[in-house]
């Protein structure tokens, strides 16, 4: 995909002949207005297609195979190497609009985008070529020999004509899947995407694209913290421009390293990262993927207690604009509230409070996440309710029953926990007790009579 510069050569003249040319150079060589026009390219609308990327795709179980049945399948190119960034590489998916599938075609051709221009629709001859998977990337073209095992190499340019054909149709409009990073699925490899409020983290900020004449990954992240690759040539038009510092749309091709996803972009206008960043504006998400997943009030030591968040989602959440409240006893208005902007809960994970970090680290053998002192929602002495609300005052999660005590309730937990069953994967506004599991020291309205002491009845941070 990257390429090799070659080396000119420039060899020196005689004197007489170097004037000659400087005649020449003169006369010649200073048109006004030249005009450059693209090679001419016969098209060709006589083939019929009779098979599809997936059912070519289906051909391949292990190993590179040379496809023998005389297959055609028309595509659509979105890749080009004007400004560098591919060599000998044409990326081709099924469709202008809302492709489902997507290939890498290995060519040895330079400046192929002045023969297949990005949204031409072209016809491919398969007989002959070789089908492989490389990390994830469906590939057709050529073949070498590496180690003793085929692999898809580039095809040779005089090849080229004789499997791909132009067709006589007008440049497509591509439109590229709108998508983001937790979405980003195989079936979208080799096609056109566009992610949005993306930006270059920040440890980057001041670099240039590439490492001249090496490919160069650089990161780039969401305001959520999700990060994704973004690849770059050592030879591309732009390798020594600084890496743009705002947030914004990224239009690229998907590409695939084994099981991470990276970028790569046709041109620099892919990029419009113009956008404030991330850090320079409040950003206030909501989701009924984060909820209360544990409640604890130690039997044996009241400075033990906490309380855990989950984060059920698959990408990391930032929590601006979120609160906790702790309502005591039966009180209706809030005795404690604590504002959770700036903490961010990884995917797939669990938050901890503490009131007593010093006290939970000497019980429990690990810091708590976060420490929010005496009389917080985290220091609860069981009989009290708790809600999590959003940066626009919804309530996304609940514990207990606003205005009633909870002693001898069905939300006590006083010298025990409440307990999130792992079935529940989303917030509940309004508290369901078959929710949960909640062990006390009073038994009542069908809880468990059970008190839990710290450390062996309890884990905070394992859901």
């Known amino acids: 995909m990257f390429r090799g510069k070659k080396m000119k050569i420039i060899k020196k003249c005689k004197p007489c002949i170097f004037f000659k040319y400087c005649c020449l150079l003169f006369i010649f ?50 890749s080009s190497d004007q400004e560098g960034n591919f060599f000998s590489t044409i990326h081709v998916q099924d469709d202008p609009v809302m492709p489902t599938s997507g290939f890498q075609l290995e060519i040895d ?13 072209i016809y491919i001859k398969l007989k002959g070529l070789y089908l492989g998977k490389s990390k994830g990337v469906y590939k057709l073209g050529g073949v070498f020999m590496s180690f003793g095992k085929l692999s898809v190499g580039r095809l040779p340019a005089l090849a080229v004509k004789d499997h791909l054909f132009l067709s006589c149709e007008p ?24 992610l949005e409020s993306l930006e270059i983290i920040a440890e980057e900020q001041s670099m240039t694209f590439a490492v001249p004449q090496e490919e160069t990954i650089r990161n780039l992240t969401n305001c959520n913290g ?57 950003v206030f998400l909501t989701s009924d993927q984060i909820f209360i997943s544990e409640i604890a009030d130690p039997n044996n030591n009241a400075e033990a207690r906490f309380i855990e968040l989950y984060n059920a989602g698959n990408e990391p959440f930032p929590l601006n604009g979120w609160f ?40 429990y053998g690990f810091p708590p996440d976060f420490e929010l002192g005496n009389n917080s929602p985290a220091d609860s002495n069981g009989d009290d309710n708790i809600l999590l609300v959003d ?9 207990g029953l606003i205005g009633e005590d909870g002693s001898g309730t069905n939300h006590e937990f006083e ?39 710290a450390p062996e009845d309890f884990s905070p941070g394992i859901r």
């Open 29 to 78: 060589g200073c048109v006004k207005d030249p005009v450059f026009k693209n090679p001419q390219t016969t098209c060709n609308d006589q083939l019929i297609t009779n098979s599809t990327f997936k059912e070519v795709k289906d051909l391949f179980v292990d190993d590179v195979i040379q496809i023998q049945q005389e297959l055609v399948i028309e595509a659509y190119v979105i």
């Open 109 to 121: 051709l330079r400046d192929s985008y002045l023969f297949y221009e990005t949204g031409s629709k």
């Open 171 to 194: 440049v497509s409009k591509l439109v590229p899947t709108v998508t983001s990073i937790p979405e980003l699925n195989e079936d979208l490899v080799s096609t056109l995407v566009k």
């Open 226 to 282: 999700t990060r994704i690759e973004l690849l770059n040539s050592g030879y591309s038009d732009f390798q020594d421009k600084l890496l743009p510092s705002g947030n914004g749309s990224v239009t690229a091709v998907l590409y695939r390293e084994n099981n991470d996803y990276q970028l790569i972009i046709r041109r620099l206008n892919d990029l419009d990262l113009t956008s404030e960043r991330c850090s320079d504006r409040d």
């Open 324 to 363: 906790l409240l702790r309502f005591t006893n039966e009180n209706i208005t809030a005795g404690s509230e604590i504002d959770l902007s700036g903490i961010i809960i990884d995917a797939n994970s669990t938050f901890v409070f503490s009131p007593n970090a010093a006290e939970f680290e000497s019980v």
């Open 391 to 399: 940066p626009f005052g919804a309530i996304i999660d609940i514990f």
């Open 415 to 453: 010298d025990g926990k409440a307990v999130r069953n792992s079935n529940i994967n989303k917030g509940n506004a309004v508290f369901t007790f078959t929710e949960w599991t909640i062990y006390n020291d009073s038994g009542g309205s069908e809880t468990l009579n059970l008190p839990q002491n």
